[in-house]
């Protein structure tokens, strides 16, 4: 038999969770053809790989590339660490459907990335067809709670009225008709914090009918989120949809409630609740300054929101609405909340690069000033272009969550790249360019937390099989050929700074890892040996719904 791409000799980890094996794998028309040893094959391809581990092409259950890759397809920093599916729309956000009326509101929360795109879509169905011109990678998407709702109603603090939520229901069913794999939520952001439970019910009951899914960031993180948890399992149970619940780590504040939510979690399926969960494994994250601020204050974008700060009054009442959290904000926001200023780090801004690096806490003391006044002075000063890195999960709770059988790994972060537009956007996001590396570095090989095919059956066929891909995330005859390639004694993360940081840490996000020798989606060879050939034959994988109507009328 001739082959387009013949593997020989490779350490097999076929995602099942089986430990590797070697065998050779013969590759045709984009698919997995022949698993043996094929010694007497021949191919117009042929990578002798002896020593080196073949497992599936990771798939990112939970990221935000919805828009950087309508920048940059060739999705660098994801394909180069072994990410062959990207999974978008996630956190109520998505990138459609639209409604031209309200598309400032969305595009204000979409932030900088926003401007980067020419928004020439409507539907989520054109959405679709706009990344399906060319993209290195495979993606599927959520539509996005939060998207719909800015869609009909704006960013205001209300219920949708009758008329409104048989309009929500609408695009979502048209959305899910046209590929949507569910309905993801956002319930600590803007608008989907406004949203009562009964509301994200009646929703996902469209989605039941399209045999999707529910994916939520719930209601709170820290302090609420055991409640935060049950809410996002009677709604996924009332509406009588599976439930992944998004990077559900406590974060400060939460420390401690893992075992009550482990028995929650088993009690929701002993009760025959599909729920699982997914989590990346970093302890930090690099939001704007204003992200903390309540949301109906973020509502306007960040320049607004510094001149609202400049009115005594209304600064009081931030502050308050802060510490009181009365509708939940996201993680990080407990470190501002409980008052951990040495846990928050300068990381970007203009005017004040003298401060970038050093703690909020030791900034109040250099300015002799209340940390709180400091914080939001500087969001003053910076017109709002100011963000921190925030050390705000306890990596105790990282590795417990990381062992446990429910959670697969997501990087919860965008592709990017170190060329082009995407270098040019600030930020330091570790996760990605380096999150599959980085825990097949630490805790696979260093720690040996988890075992090499139990981490991969992590990174592949779960996410798989939670979404419903049945012909991918596993090493079998008749599978896309989705392949990831590496040298498990050698693969590093190269964008992470360990805890305490060392500043300046711009250099960190914008690197590759080491060890990732071919990764290949659809049967072509997208990277070799450290470098992306520019190729494009990933695929929009769109959902097919169990339902073939529209489930309301306009």
């Known amino acids: 038999m001739t082959f387009d791409l013949l593997i020989k000799n490779g350490l097999l980890i076929d995602g099942a969770g089986n430990p590797w094996f070697e065998s050779d794998i013969g590759i045709s028309n984009g698919k997995i053809a022949e698993i043996g040893r094929l010694t007497n094959a021949n191919a117009e391809r042929l990578l002798n790989i002896r020593g080196l581990v073949v497992s599936p092409g990771f798939i990112d259950i939970h990221t935000h590339s919805d828009l950087t890759m309508l920048i940059d397809p060739r999705a660098e920093s994801k394909i180069k660490q072994g990410v062959t599916t990207e999974v978008v729309g996630n956190c109520g956000l998505s990138a459609a459907p639209i409604k031209r009326t309200n598309l400032r509101l969305l595009k204000e929360q979409w932030g900088s990335d926003a401007d980067e795109v020419e928004w020439n879509w409507t539907s989520f169905d054109e959405y679709l067809s706009q ?4 993209v290195s990678v495979n993606v599927a998407s959520f539509v996005g709670h939060g998207t719909i709702r800015t869609a009909i109603i704006g960013v205001d603090d209300r219920q949708p009225t009758k008329e409104e939520m048989k309009q929500m229901k609408f695009i979502l069913a048209e959305s899910m008709e046209a590929g949507a794999f569910g309905l993801s939520s956002g319930l600590v952001y803007l608008p989907g914090c406004f949203a009562e439970t009964e509301e994200l019910i009646e929703l996902c009951k469209v989605v039941a009918d399209y045999g999707g899914l529910y994916t939520s960031h719930t209601r709170g993180e820290r302090e609420t989120i055991v409640d935060a948890l049950k809410e996002a399992i009677k709604i996924g149970e009332e509406a009588g949809v599976p439930v992944q619940v998004s990077h559900n780590c406590p974060k400060y ?5 893992l075992k009550e939510m482990f028995e929650i979690y088993e009690k929701a399926r002993a009760r025959g609740v599909e729920v699982t969960l997914d989590n990346d494994a970093h302890t930090d994250f690099n939001p704007g300054l204003v992200q903390v601020l309540p949301q109906w204050a973020q509502a306007g974008g960040n320049e607004k929101a510094a001149k609202m700060l400049r009115n005594p009054k209304t600064r009081e009442r931030i502050k308050k609405e802060i510490i009181e959290d009365r509708h939940p904000g996201p993680g990080y926001v407990g470190l501002v909340k409980h008052g951990r200023w040495d846990r928050v780090f300068l990381f970007h801004c203009r005017k004040n690069k003298n401060l970038i690096g050093k703690s909020f806490k030791e900034i109040a003391k250099i300015r002799k000033e ?5 914080y939001f002075d500087l969001i003053i000063e910076e017109k709002g272009d100011i963000s921190a890195l925030f050390n705000y ?11 446990h059988p429910l959670m697969m790994v997501c990087s919860d972060s965008s592709a990017s790249s170190r060329r082009g537009v995407l270098k040019r956007i600030e930020g330091y996001s570790p996760c990605g360019y380096g999150e599959y590396p980085y825990i097949l570095e630490r805790y696979v090989r260093e720690e040996r937390l988890l075992s090499l095919h139990e981490a991969i059956r992590k990174m592949t066929s779960f996410p798989a ?12 005859e008749g599978m896309w ?20 940081y060392s500043f300046p840490l711009k250099n960190y996000p914008h690197r590759y890892p ?6 290949i989606v659809n049967g072509q060879i997208v990277v070799e040996k450290g470098r992306h050939k520019d190729i494009f034959p990933g695929k ?6 169990k339902k073939a109507h529209l489930h309301t009328k306009r």
């Open 514 to 519: 080491d060890g990732i020798k071919y990764v």
């Open 481 to 500: 050929a989705d392949i990831v390639i590496f040298d498990a004694d050698t693969i590093k993360d190269n964008a992470t700074s360990r805890f305490p």
């Open 131 to 134: 990344l399906g011109q060319g």
């Open 540 to 545: 929009v994988l769109r959902h097919k719904s």
């Open 465 to 476: 099989q939670k979404l419903g891909l049945r012909d991918r995330g596993l090493l079998r």
């Open 370 to 374: 209340d940390p709180f006044d400091v």
């Open 393 to 403: 999960i306890e990596e105790e709770d990282i590795r417990t969550l990381l062992k």
């Open 253 to 257: 504040g939460g420390h401690g409630k």
